[in-house]
């Protein structure tokens, strides 16, 4: 059966994590996605370390056959060509490609589309129906919108690292950046909602996206605004505001995750600890109590699962349909049967040595029951479709491309090999 996305074809300028995570959702639910790089640098991620190759994964290259990790993940399922925007050519090309594109999508600095013509407002003489997608730090609008950004300040900036870890802990993030990953999915979501809108109206539009925003929206639904007239810390570690018990407890062999969100919760909770003794407490039979008086509920859970293995707990608690899971390292999670299962963990091939790695990639997280959705290709060699991209598209000849070629302007796999080779 043909993928969602079938014949819709995004040009794809984005960089690093944010940009490529919401092409990859797309081009998952089979979308066209060309990715774009300037001939003379590049993707950064394509020969970066970590390195996967041949001989394995490592920060430094072991052989020639080694591309970047981060590439053979972010750009499965993608078509990759190379064109320098900032020549008169290059920027002729890529307007003759948007005439034929629907989506047009930058993680581009704010700015930096305007000075190299490739805004909205340079996209709509072209295309009046494109669709655009501004993928930012802070947003294109608002007194810090040039600020520049990574996940780490982003997280700073919208308060998450103040409320994450131990109360006694410096500021922390989140083991993976979160932020990235949010925004390039909403930034998928809102093409998807552009991409309907135009399919009833005839009309394209700009979307803009800020990591900042996206990660507050999600943080936010939580009141931290409220913590101080609720008399709670801003910091709760493990646990979270609205329950009690709720949080990781220490097993003779390891730690559990476990949490009562209803009182029916506890009282099942309280039949597997043998603590029925406490159904009859007032206090402890109400949630409010127990949420102010975390330090004493989690005493009496740890009592419990400081004298059980990890399985026996985890068994007992599940025979109860108490929410729990033990905590599972990365390499265990990779091994964990229900995400096997999903095909959620996938191999990931090395396009210049045509093999498949020791390291996996992610498999497409919405399962859809009539239409299919994967990553049905390996990361493209870098420029690899340049030359079949723009005849189809742009109706370049084969002696065109050859002297763009020549001049700088566009770069196939082949050139941009001789041009490293010759730099070594």
Same mark, same amino acid.
């Given at each position: 059966?043909?993928?969602?996305?079938?014949?819709?074809?995004?040009?794809?300028?984005?960089?690093?994590?944010?940009?490529?995570?919401?092409?990859?959702?797309?081009?998952?639910?089979?979308? $066209?996605?060309?990715? *774009?790089? !300037?001939?003379?640098? /590049?993707?950064?991620? #394509?020969?970066?370390?970590?390195? =996967?190759?041949?001989?394995?994964?490592?920060?430094?290259?072991?052989?020639?056959?080694?591309?970047?990790?981060?590439?053979?993940?972010?750009?499965?399922?993608?078509?990759?060509?190379?064109?320098?925007?900032?020549?008169?050519?290059?920027?002729?090309?890529?307007?003759?490609?948007?005439?034929?594109?629907?989506?047009?999508?930058?993680?581009?600095?704010?700015?930096?589309?305007?000075?190299?013509?490739?805004?909205?407002?340079?996209?709509?003489?072209?295309?009046?129906?494109?669709?655009?997608?501004?993928?930012?730090?802070?947003?294109?609008?608002?007194?810090?919108?040039?600020?520049?950004?990574?996940?780490?300040?982003?997280?700073?900036?919208?308060?998450?690292?103040?409320?994450?870890?131990?109360?006694?802990?410096?500021?922390?993030? $989140?083991?993976?950046? *979160?932020? !990235?990953?949010?925004? /390039?999915?909403?930034? #998928?979501?809102?093409?998807?909602? =552009?991409?309907?809108?135009?399919?009833?109206?005839?009309?394209?539009?700009?979307?803009?996206?800020?990591?900042?925003?996206?990660?507050?929206?999600?943080?936010?639904?939580?009141?931290?605004?409220?913590?101080?007239?609720?008399?709670?810390?801003?910091?709760?570690?493990?646990?979270?505001?609205?329950?009690?018990?709720?949080?990781?407890?220490?097993?003779?062999?390891?730690?559990?995750?476990?949490?009562?969100?209803?009182?029916?919760?506890?009282?099942?909770?309280?039949?597997?600890?043998?603590?029925?003794?406490?159904?009859?407490?007032?206090?402890?039979?109400?949630?409010?109590?127990?949420?102010?008086?975390?330090?004493?509920?989690?005493?009496?859970?740890?009592?419990?699962?400081?004298?059980?293995?990890?399985?026996?707990?985890?068994?007992?608690?599940?025979?109860?349909?108490?929410?729990?899971?033990?905590?599972?390292?990365?390499?265990?999670?990779?091994?964990?049967?229900?995400?096997?299962?999903?095909?959620?963990?996938?191999?990931?091939?090395?396009?210049?040595?045509?093999?498949?790695?020791?390291?996996?990639?992610?498999?497409?997280?919405?399962?859809?029951?009539?239409?299919?959705?994967?990553?049905?290709?390996?990361?493209?060699?870098?420029?690899?479709?340049?030359?079949?991209?723009?005849?189809?598209?742009?109706?370049?000849?084969?002696?065109?491309?050859?002297?763009?070629?020549?001049?700088?302007?566009?770069?196939?796999?082949?050139?941009?090999?001789?041009?490293?080779?010759?730099?070594?």
């Amino acid at each position: 059966m043909s993928k969602i996305l079938e014949n819709v074809i995004v040009l794809d300028l984005t960089r690093f994590f944010s940009g490529p995570q919401a092409t990859l959702l797309l081009a998952g639910l089979g979308a $066209t996605i060309i990715k *774009i790089d !300037d001939p003379k640098t /590049g993707d950064p991620s #394509a020969f970066s370390p970590p390195f =996967a190759g041949p001989s394995g994964i490592s920060f430094h290259k072991k052989t020639d056959l080694d591309m970047g990790l981060a590439y053979l993940k972010r750009a499965r399922g993608k078509k990759s060509i190379n064109l320098d925007l900032k020549t008169p050519e290059g920027h002729a090309i890529f307007m003759k490609l948007v005439e034929s594109a629907d989506v047009v999508i930058d993680n581009f600095s704010t700015g930096v589309a305007s000075r190299l013509k490739t805004d909205y407002a340079n996209l709509l003489l072209f295309n009046s129906e494109i669709i655009y997608c501004s993928l930012t730090g802070y947003g294109s609008t608002g007194s810090e919108k040039n600020l520049k950004a990574y996940d780490l300040m982003v997280q700073a900036a919208v308060g998450l690292m103040s409320v994450t870890g131990e109360e006694s802990s410096p500021p922390i993030k $989140t083991g993976s950046p *979160i932020s !990235d990953a949010i925004s /390039g999915s909403y930034a #998928a979501m809102g093409i998807l909602a =552009a991409l309907l809108h135009k399919e009833k109206t005839g009309q394209g539009q700009e979307i803009d996206i800020s990591m900042a925003d996206c990660l507050f929206s999600m943080v936010f639904d939580e009141p931290f605004d409220c913590y101080k007239e609720l008399g709670i810390k801003q910091r709760q570690g493990n646990r979270i505001m609205r329950f009690s018990p709720f949080n990781v407890y220490k097993t003779q062999d390891g730690w559990i995750a476990l949490g009562a969100a209803t009182n029916s919760d506890w009282i099942e909770l309280l039949k597997v600890i043998e603590r029925q003794d406490l159904l009859n407490e007032q206090n402890m039979m109400s949630t409010g109590w127990r949420i102010e008086n975390n330090e004493s509920v989690d005493a009496i859970i740890t009592n419990w699962t400081r004298e059980e293995l990890t399985n026996n707990a985890i068994n007992k608690l599940n025979a109860k349909k108490i929410p729990c899971s033990p905590i599972r390292t990365i390499e265990e999670a990779i091994n964990w049967n229900q995400l096997q299962e999903r095909e959620m963990i996938t191999t990931l091939v090395n396009p210049l040595s045509n093999s498949v790695i020791t390291a996996s990639g992610p498999g497409f997280p919405i399962k859809f029951s009539k239409t299919p959705v994967n990553y049905d290709q390996p990361a493209p060699l870098p420029g690899v479709h340049t030359e079949e991209i723009l005849n189809k598209l742009a109706g370049l000849s084969k002696n065109e491309l050859l002297t763009l070629i020549k001049k700088g302007v566009i770069g196939n796999f082949e050139s941009l090999q001789s041009q490293k080779n010759n730099s070594e």
